[in-house]
């Protein structure tokens, strides 16, 4: 029989066990699962994270971050895209940004925002990552996204899954604080990824997953027959216990003795513990007072264990959705504030990459964006949807040098002040999250991993127009 046709050798079989017949065997080792996942779901992803081959990502990959910001943010009225021919376009009045000309401040390399401090995530981005801006490079992407709307395929995270880029305990992690829109894949879609709502949530999986890292399959069958026998109350207990005590409990009463297991509770995965090396300096960068969303403000230290863990590849790439840009409400203020605290997220990452001394790569996206009244005011108020008006992020740091980049926009507006949808990026979601993760293999110098999708995302002469970032 060829290799191809061998039936898949079943768990239990794997690990001597014999087959399930009666109701009570099959509810030993199913019933468990269904329970696990009813009121301890990080603990059944561990389990099951832990069963899949340990691994880095594929050679070359460096740390990926989405942030989604939910709702429609002023994307184009912070970073500020100029027309075909590099000039800016002469009209932004239904941009909040007035008629004639404005201000223009370069950072990053040349990229170019809304200056005289209209451009708060600027402000907020810089706040955060001082003399880090020198190794940043940023690029924007004009692209029209459909406001409010669950239709915009963002999501790059399938694409970098799919050609090798997990961490070594979990595949992925996400945050969806806040969010209400899904965020929907482009191309490829992920695998289930593991949703966090705290640090003690994220410490547990990941303190479990990487102590089962090295189990045989054995050890793991009994973990799971343990699990079966467990009943709710018990389930959620060890789901909220954020220690490696309750984990080697777990361990012991399974039977399993082994004491280098134990005694290592799965790894360095929580800087801001007690006694930990890094606690201060997270404390410094995640505890940030001037954060105005309170739902963004509590979850800041949970988004700084997600950046330690994802960029010492513990997980995978990593998603945060922040709620609350859909701000459109008749005034400036409350939209300010909300991309001052996205501005503040993306510095803190490249800050801890910086201290870290780890190479980082960031995508900014969001539904649609916002518009307002047509006006001469640079500080008109936000009052309706403008999604044709939108664009998306493109930011790395290195800790050695700026990455290389040709350019630090792709794509142009028009002066209607809408993107041009003709070009190849330009009109659609999905394109333009390819054309991110094409940029991202263009860095690394792995542009063989286009070859890897399921389809070619551009055709060869189509590169040209797509790519800005290159390794250098």
Request: one cysteine or more.
């Amino acid at each position: 029989m060829g290799k191809n046709n061998k039936k898949k050798i079943p768990f239990w079989a794997q690990c001597g066990h014999k087959k399930p017949v009666t109701r009570r065997e099959i509810l030993s080792l199913t019933g468990g699962a269904f329970m696990a996942t009813m009121a301890s779901p990080s603990l059944l992803y561990a389990l099951t994270a832990a069963d899949c081959p340990a691994s880095k990502p594929a050679e070359g990959m460096i740390p990926f971050f989405s942030i989604h910001l939910s709702g429609g943010a002023a994307m184009s009225s912070n970073f500020l895209p100029m027309g075909k021919d590099g000039a800016p376009i002469s009209d932004r009045s239904r941009m909040g940004l007035g008629r004639g000309d404005i201000a223009i401040e370069k950072a990053f390399g040349g990229a170019t925002f809304a200056g005289g401090g209209i451009s708060k995530m600027l402000t907020g981005m810089k706040a955060k990552m001082g003399a880090a801006e020198a190794k940043t490079s940023f690029v924007g992407i004009c692209v029209s996204s459909f406001d409010d709307s669950d239709k915009n395929k963002f999501d790059p995270t399938g694409l970098l899954l799919h050609t090798g880029y997990r961490g070594s305990y979990l595949p992925q992690i996400n945050s969806l604080a806040g969010s209400s829109m899904p965020f929907q894949p482009a191309m490829v879609t992920p695998t289930t990824p593991l949703l966090v709502k705290s640090v003690a949530d994220m410490q547990n999986v990941l303190t479990l997953s990487g102590s089962m890292k090295n189990m045989s399959k054995n050890e793991k069958f009994q973990i799971g027959k343990l699990i079966s026998r467990l009943n709710s109350s018990q389930l959620k207990k060890i789901s909220r216990a954020p220690s490696s005590a309750n984990i080697k409990k777990v361990f012991e009463c399974a039977g399993i003795k082994n004491q280098d297991l134990l005694k290592t509770g799965g790894g360095d995965v929580n800087p801001f513990a007690s006694g930990h090396e890094h606690r201060s300096k997270f404390n410094s960068i995640w505890t940030d007072s001037s954060i105005t969303q309170v739902s963004t403000r509590g979850k800041f230290q949970l988004y700084g264990g997600m950046a330690y863990n994802t960029l010492l590849e513990n997980s995978g790439p990593t998603h945060i959705a922040l709620g609350g840009y859909d701000y459109h409400n008749g005034t400036r203020k409350t939209g300010d504030d909300r991309d001052m605290d996205a501005g503040r997220l993306i510095g803190s990452l490249i800050a801890t990459a910086d201290y870290l001394k780890k190479p980082i790569f960031i995508m900014v996206s969001s539904d649609g964006a916002t518009g307002t009244p047509s006006s001469a005011a640079t500080d008109a108020p936000w009052t309706t949807d403008f999604g044709r008006a939108s664009s998306v992020y493109m930011i790395s740091y290195n800790p050695t040098k700026r990455p290389t980049t040709s350019k630090n926009q792709l794509g142009s507006m028009l002066e209607s002040q809408s993107v041009d949808e003709s070009y190849i990026l330009g009109k659609h979601p999905e394109r333009a999250a390819l054309g991110v993760f094409a940029n991202y293999c263009s860095l690394i110098g792995r542009m063989d991993l286009l070859d890897k999708l399921p389809r070619p995302p551009f055709e060869a002469s189509e590169l040209d127009h797509v790519l800005a970032f290159h390794k250098g």
